[in-house]
């Protein structure tokens, strides 16, 4: 089978790296890429939409000539898989949500930001010279790499860009109902950005299969091979 990884939000493609070595084991093609300004990608954060993030993966998709796609995102790309599915139908075979954030039409992402931490995402994009959001490494290791070994926590946080907070203001233009392929949510009972009941309320959105597992936010890295068993599992 195909996947196509779309990564979350401060990330690239590096954060797939160890889950698609397991799937390519178990001989799977597996795909990934940097959202425009993030990862390697070299274009200007300031100027970046949610239009720009969902003509990436159109683009790689038509430009790799890929079909029949499960199409994975993580975290913030969770906002944008409606609309790549919508816009890519005919190649997309299922979505799975990882962590995702999942937005009835008319929702947008930052409203779903815990409010003891919502403030800040305006403070900093508005101090940042360029609209986007960067978190320090406490921060970081406390939320996001919860349940990363401290050496990875030190090896992956430079690996982070600054995330443009236009991801986060942008209505959602999806009638999820109305999505041509099935959906499997993965959530985290140790997730400490989206705990277990909210990251429910997202896969209730959905209205696809639920699957849950034992780890924190950066599943892909810090439990890839466990990740990799259960979409192999579940989807084949």
Not at 41 to 58: F, G, L, M, Q, W
Not at 171 to 180: A, I
Request: proline share 5%; aromatic share 10%.
């Amino acid at each position: 089978m195909k996947f196509l990884f779309l990564h979350g939000g401060c990330h690239g493609a590096w954060c797939w790296a160890k889950l698609i070595t397991a799937l390519r084991g178990m001989g799977h093609e597996c795909h990934a890429f940097d959202f425009p300004g993030a990862g390697t990608d070299a274009t200007p954060r300031a100027s970046i939409t949610k239009d720009d993030y969902v003509k990436a993966a159109t683009d790689y998709l038509t430009g790799h000539n890929l079909n029949d796609v499960i199409l994975v995102g993580h975290s913030l790309a969770g906002v944008v898989m409606p609309d790549i599915c919508t816009a890519s139908s005919e190649r997309i075979q299922k979505l799975v949500f990882i962590a995702g954030i999942v937005l009835e039409k008319g929702e947008r992402a930052i409203d779903y930001i815990p409010e003891d931490r919502r403030a800040a995402y305006f403070e900093l994009a508005a101090k940042s010279g360029d609209g986007t959001v960067m978190w320090d490494f406490e921060l970081t290791r406390r939320i996001w790499f919860s349940d990363l070994t401290d050496a990875d926590a030190r090896e992956f946080f430079p690996k982070l860009t600054p995330q443009p907070f236009s991801i986060f203001l942008a209505p959602s233009t999806v009638e999820l109902s109305l999505l041509s392929a099935p959906t499997t949510y993965i959530l985290g009972s140790q997730d400490k950005a989206f705990p277990r009941e909210k990251a429910a309320i997202f896969a209730g959105k959905l209205k696809g299969t639920t699957l849950e597992g034992n780890w924190g936010h950066p599943v892909m890295m810090s439990h890839p091979l466990e990740l990799a068993t259960l979409l192999n599992a579940e989807l084949f």
